[in-house]
């Protein structure tokens, strides 16, 4: 019974859901709230409220109470005050992704938004949710007068590559909670999900470069070369301290190598190994090497990518190991 | 909490109240040493023990003494787990139904704003509870609710105006147990003059028409025919026929506004002729009973006749033998031989009887006086041959016991006598202290005559009232009040407004929301007319409360060149020309005078004066106005 009950509510709530889509469409960002499209409900809460007062205005009638019957109507009156407060809460709201942040496969990805609240009013316990049931409250924030604030979604990563993020609710019980308003967003926004890297038990293959140290961007790990200025992304282990203890600011040790050069680990060089394993292998490889500080480059079926380091290397190439698809190999 | 607990401690047994306070002060020390909560099979414990205290003590969980001492002990075991935001809001909904509660049992005027007090409070406690999360200050949120409830307050006055009345009790109600003053069905010496000694008002009369003297303001209560030598009683049963009345003279039409007693007494002018007859009935001694115990303010339209003839053709035997029987025991014994000489002397003339002892009790050293002493056992006999000094019960009861001896058939009616007429509302007031006691005597061919022995000792307790007939040193209520007009004006004004409550609140009913429909000019109001004018004003409340949110929440205003420029682009647009997304308000212009030369040199000076104006250190009122003209007459 409580199954039948149970299977008949997702089916309504899915027919709810597509109706929804219909009706508002894929949203743009930056979003504004209209009020047309936020929805409002007694909450549990609301619905004992109303109880009570039903209960009250019987027995107000039934002793022919006014005073009962006026206390009754004065909370029915406030009530109905905070449906709208309620609604007035999120409409006009403007809601603006600021990230898309990447993840790793069995974690967590996660959409940063700002809430942009233009009006004279501040907006209260604005909370964002995945589904507007969900048990579980978020952490509500606060949208100051004419000021901004920060909620984010996470979104459990499944699967490697792109994790959309379909549709979401931004919801207030502001002021009594005894209603709920939400309004149902659709954006247009997906996060990167990377493939879980293995465990740390086979070693890069070395590649020395063909080129010796005639090139600039060969940088390795073995003779130091010289300074040159700090830039965001470099490893701290190559900062040199010393320098920077001496005043001269922060710069970063160049080594030149003789031996290895730089890194460049190959789908080519996992043979043995099923295409999720590489994968896998790959981005560990990855990450030891950015943690280390190293260069290195990646060459995939379809494509590859340059020797370099810093952290936008880094995500662009695990980008690439998401987005690889074996099939017909088309590298993003 | 504390505040909707407080109005009913009075009517709670002491150790609800005390639980409550004891719970409360460890919670209190609790949440600020951080000592644990109790586990959840002490306070299963609690409750259950709760329940079953509260079920001993008054035999049931019903009504509304027992389910306020039940919630008041619920509130103290949830005040044991109190914890999460739930059952800090289970604890809200408790003070609500504990609010609610106390004005079931009391709807003075002063509860209303007692009521408005707490139901803010309360509605602060449960804003508290939610806004948890967010940091608010205490200041504010008190603030926002203060909002709230001033917008609620349109609705609910909409609602209570128009919001169909249901009259009359779905189930049965319980109004007996409370103790109330008022007239009981029984009178032992020193009751009348103990209710006397209160100031509370009994009823409001409001006259149709010319008011009766005030010696005519015999305001009839129950009827006594049991004497037992000490206390007079009603009677158990009823079943004696009820004389016919035949009535002469002017009718006096009025409506009686009954303050809640817990009785069924009406209190009709002496006697009644006319009444709702489905809301109340008359006894065979021509009290009128209402329907149901008076338990809250309840008015009914009356008409009496002063002048009547109650039963004149005949006495049924029965009657006649209650109304003549004497306690058997022989107290009284000289009262009881005075009515029987008195019998001798006048061969049964009942007229004559009555003239003779009206005369005695006139000619010999008798005193009127809310203090008499205490009488032993022939009250009778102890007050007339001894003490001499009474209140109206004595001499009402001795006068009956003497006439009952004399073999006149003789009952005491009680009730009230006289009343003060409030100019500020045109109404009568008549007050517990204006309780009295008189007799009643058959008499053939005249039936049923009202006789007051009160009359013949103190004729001035008839004309003036209580405080004209007792010495000065007497405990009248209001004896401070007479001292000084002022004061006097003051309560006759807060009593004309307590009534004006009483009739227009507290008594609004469906008959009134009729009446309001047709003075708004709605003619022939029925339910319909009912329905549509509640959703109507609702609707209007509606959309001027959500304007009011939206208008809130507007943006703030934009400043003079701001809002130019907004014209400027407007203008603009006309040719095709808009702002890019990432292009500001002088960057947009300077393109705009690049594309459309021949508005480049307005549009050049749009420019520079819209910058110092924005952005510079003192902007000027001069360039604003030349700001003004130039977008105005910019002619794209």
Known sequence: MTRLLQSLRARVERRLQRWILRRQGRDTDPLELRRNRIYILPTPLGIAYAVMLFAMLLGGMNYNNNLGLALTFLLAGLGLTTMHHCHGTLAGLRLRLLAAESGFVGDHVRFRWLLENASQASRPAIDLRLERASGSAGCPVEVPALGIAEAELCLRAERRGWVPLERFVVCTAHPLGLFRAWAVVHPAHAAVAWPRPSARDRAPPRTATDTGGAQLAAVGDEDFAGLRPFQSGDSLRRVAWKAYARGQGLHTKQYAGTSVLSHVFEWDSLSGLGTEERLAQLCRWILDAHERGEAFGLRLPGGEIEVNVGVAHRDRCLNALALLDVRNTALA | MAVAVAPHVTHLPAWVTLLLLAVGAWRWT??????????????????????????????????????????????????????????????????????????????????????????????????????????????????????????????????????????????????????????????????????????????????????????????????????????????????????????????????????????????????????????????????????????????????????????????????????????????????????????????????????????????????????????????????????????????????????????????????????????????????????????????????????????????????????????????????????SALWMEVELGWDAVNDFWNQHIVRFDAAAQFDLLERAGFDDADWRTLGLALTGSLAVFFVSLSAWVAWRHRPPPRDWPARLHDAVVRRLRKRGLAPHAAEGPVAFLERAAREHPDLARPLREITVLYASERYGPEPRAADLQRLKYLVNSLRP
């Open chain 2, 30 to 483: 609790a949440s600020l040493r951080g000592w644990p909560l109790p586990p959840r099979w002490l306070r299963i414990v609690a409750v259950g023990g709760a329940a079953l205290a509260v079920f001993s003590a008054y035999r049931t969980l019903n009504g509304i003494e027992a389910g306020t001492a039940l919630l008041v002990l619920m509130a103290a075991a949830k005040l044991l787990e109190t914890d999460a935001a739930r059952d800090l809001t289970v604890l809200v909904f408790i003070a609500w139904f504990l609010l609610y509660a106390a004005l079931l049992r009391e709807q003075s005027l002063l509860s209303a704003p007692w009521l408005l007090f707490s139901a803010w409070l309360s509605t602060l406690a449960l804003m508290r509870v939610h806004a948890a999360a967010t940091d608010a200050r205490s200041a504010s949120l008190a603030r926002h609710t203060l909002a709230l409830m001033t917008q609620a307050v349109p609705i609910a006055l909409v609602l209570f105006l128009l919001f169909p009345r249901l009259p009359g009790p779905f189930w049965g109600i319980d109004t007996g147990t409370a103790s109330r003053t008022g007239l009981d069905d029984e009178m032992t010496p020193g009751d009348v003059s103990d209710l006397s000694a209160s100031g509370e008002v009994a009823f409001r009369v409001r006259f149709f028409g010319a008011m009766p003297a005030p010696e005519e303001r015999y305001w009839r209560g129950p009827v006594l025919h049991d004497f037992d030598g000490r206390r007079w009683r009603r009677p158990d049963a009823q079943a004696f026929p009820q004389q016919p009345v035949r009535f002469t003279g002017a009718p006096i039409r009025y409506q009686i506004t009954l303050q809640p007693h817990a009785r069924r007494w009406v209190l009709a002018l002496d006697l009644p002729s006319a009444w709702p007859t489905r809301r109340a009935v008359q006894s065979f001694d021509y009290t009128l009973l209402a329907a149901r115990p008076v338990g809250s303010v309840t008015a009914f339209d009356l008409t009496s006749h002063p002048r009547y003839a109650a039963g004149a053709t005949s006495l049924p035997g029965s009657m006649r033998r209650k109304d003549l029987s004497l306690p058997r025991d022989g107290t009284n014994p000289r009262s009881v031989a005075l009515g029987r000489s008195l019998a001798a002397r006048h061969g049964g003339d009942a007229t004559a009887i009555v003239r003779e002892l009206l005369a005695t009790f006139r000619e010999q050293p008798f005193e009127y006086t809310m203090q008499p002493p205490q009488l032993a056992d022939n009250t009778v006999d102890e007050f007339l041959f001894r003490t001499r000094k009474g209140f109206c019960e004595h001499y009402a009861s001795a006068f009956t016991v003497v006439m009952r001896a004399a073999g006149v058939p003789t009952r005491v009616v009680t009730g009230y006598q006289g009343g003060e007429y409030n100019p500020y509302g045109g109404y009568l007031i008549v007050r517990q202290s204006d309780a009295h006691a008189w007799s009643e005597v058959w008499i053939a061919d005249r039936g049923w005559v009202r006789v007051d022995p009160t009359v013949a000792v103190a004729p001035e307790r008839i004309r003036g009232g209580l405080i004209a007939a007792v010495g000065a040193d007497e405990p009248v209520p209001g004896r401070l009040r007479d001292a």
